[in-house]
């Protein structure tokens, strides 16, 4: 696609791209040249202005190279961000939308389990009037373990959060322009930007994508980053765990000051002195531990998310930014 215009003063002028594509990208040497074959020519038979904006989340191997190698071939449509360290894929997607030019703009993972060719579908679902559109694997090529867990939180967080997303683990996502200026404004430090989107869409919807296996490398979310994630979904969203628990202690407290006077009427009333449920009575106590370290605990989530928040730390920092002109956003150092 050549939409250049050369103006009366002999300079090229580009259109503004219709499109951007937001592609975090952490340790992908391996499987980034597939990408490329497979993204431009899905995105040049759109026939829209598009561009592309890789970040570079302080990838550790050859990535930051070939991002470089493929913006010199393609630098009218290709932009790459460097951070100066790891930040997370959350905070690769907030610089990404701290710079982009673009009014619909599409995130996708860099190792190709969503294919690039349904990017086609959810502008699709644009055209038809919505403002962010989710997408749902037609079939997984996960293994097992995730995929249970996965639908396990998904329950869990729209009982929650009253956000219902089918698929909250896939990445292929578009927004609209509007959607994504409040959300770069938000200066929330921990947040989960597919929900936050569904907060402030007028009119959300969900389409069916294709789900590939990863065509290099391994999956950089573990069980740990899983559970992370959603505790920061939940927590970023909802306070219905404290009040639950609080309702919890409330109603572990009278049935333990019940029990306590049934004790008390057992031992001087009806049996006198004994022994016996000594080991019952210290099982009830390990357990009401157990539970008041669980509060602490989620209270210390709480806690934590203010502390984090008013430290004022910039969330990342942008190392270099590769782009064919000067005129970028001025939010990229966020």
Same mark, same amino acid.
């Given at each position: 696609?050549?939409?250049?215009?050369?103006?009366?003063?002999?300079?090229?002028?580009?259109?503004?791209?219709?499109?951007?594509?937001?592609?975090?990208?952490?340790?992908?040497?391996?499987?980034?040249?597939?990408?490329?074959?497979?993204?431009?020519?899905?995105?040049?038979?759109?026939? &829209?202005?598009?561009?592309?904006?890789?970040?570079?989340?302080?990838?550790?191997?050859?990535?930051?190279?070939?991002?470089?190698?493929?913006?010199?071939?393609?630098?009218?449509?290709?932009?790459?961000?460097?951070?100066?360290?790891?930040?997370?894929?959350?905070?690769?997607?907030?610089?990404?939308?701290?710079?982009?030019?673009?009014?619909?703009?599409?995130?996708?993972?860099?190792?190709?389990?969503?294919?690039?060719?349904?990017?086609?579908?959810?502008?699709?679902?644009?055209?038809?009037?919505?403002?962010?559109?989710?997408?749902?694997?037609?079939?997984?090529?996960?293994?097992?373990?995730?995929?249970?867990?996965?639908?396990?939180?998904?329950?869990?967080?729209?009982?929650?959060?009253?956000?219902?997303?089918?698929?909250?683990?896939?990445?292929?996502?578009?927004?609209?322009?509007?959607?994504?200026?409040?959300?770069?404004?938000?200066?929330?430090?921990?947040?989960?930007?597919?929900?936050?989107?569904?907060?402030?869409?007028?009119?959300?919807?969900?389409?069916?994508?294709?789900?590939?296996?990863?065509?290099?490398?391994?999956?950089?979310?573990?069980?740990?980053?899983?559970?992370?994630?959603?505790?920061?979904?939940?927590?970023?969203?909802?306070?219905?765990?404290?009040?639950?628990?609080?309702?919890?202690?409330?109603?572990?407290?009278?049935?333990?000051?019940?029990?306590?006077?049934?004790?008390?009427?057992?031992?001087?009333?009806?049996?006198?002195?004994?022994?016996?449920?000594?080991?019952?009575?210290?099982?009830?106590?390990?357990? &009401?531990?157990?539970?008041?370290?669980?509060?602490?605990? &989620?209270?210390?989530?709480?806690?934590?998310?203010?502390?984090?928040?008013?430290?004022?730390?910039?969330?990342?920092?942008?190392?270099?930014?590769?782009?064919?002109?000067?005129?970028?956003?001025?939010?990229?150092?966020?």
């Amino acid at each position: 696609m050549n939409g250049d215009l050369v103006t009366a003063a002999g300079t090229v002028s580009r259109p503004a791209p219709v499109i951007s594509v937001v592609i975090p990208v952490y340790n992908e040497e391996d499987g980034l040249q597939a990408l490329f074959d497979r993204l431009y020519p899905a995105l040049d038979r759109l026939g &829209l202005a598009y561009e592309v904006l890789f970040i570079n989340d302080g990838s550790r191997d050859r990535s930051g190279a070939l991002l470089r190698a493929q913006f010199e071939k393609r630098p009218a449509v290709t932009r790459v961000i460097y951070f100066n360290g790891n930040y997370g894929q959350h905070m690769a997607i907030m610089a990404g939308f701290s710079n982009v030019r673009g009014q619909r703009i599409v995130t996708l993972d860099a190792d190709l389990q969503n294919p690039p060719e349904d990017i086609a579908t959810l502008l699709a679902a644009m055209d038809q009037g919505h403002d962010y559109v989710g997408s749902i694997r037609r079939k997984r090529h996960d293994v097992a373990w995730r995929k249970y867990a996965s639908r396990a939180m998904n329950r869990l967080r729209e009982r929650l959060t009253h956000i219902r997303m089918t698929d909250q683990g896939c990445m292929l996502r578009a927004y609209d322009r509007r959607i994504v200026d409040a959300i770069a404004q938000s200066t929330e430090v921990s947040t989960y930007i597919p929900a936050l989107a569904y907060t402030f869409a007028a009119n959300p919807t969900e389409v069916i994508v294709g789900h590939e296996e990863r065509a290099a490398g391994e999956s950089k979310y573990s069980l740990y980053r899983l559970i992370r994630l959603n505790f920061d979904l939940v927590t970023g969203f909802s306070v219905v765990p404290l009040q639950l628990f609080s309702l919890f202690g409330f109603a572990l407290a009278a049935l333990s000051g019940l029990f306590v006077v049934y004790l008390l009427v057992r031992r001087f009333l009806l049996v006198g002195p004994e022994a016996e449920g000594l080991f019952t009575l210290f099982a009830i106590t390990f357990f &009401l531990i157990g539970m008041l370290l669980f509060g602490i605990g &989620l209270l210390g989530e709480y806690v934590g998310r203010i502390y984090q928040q008013v430290r004022l730390r910039p969330r990342y920092l942008v190392q270099a930014i590769l782009q064919a002109d000067d005129n970028r956003p001025g939010a990229g150092h966020d």
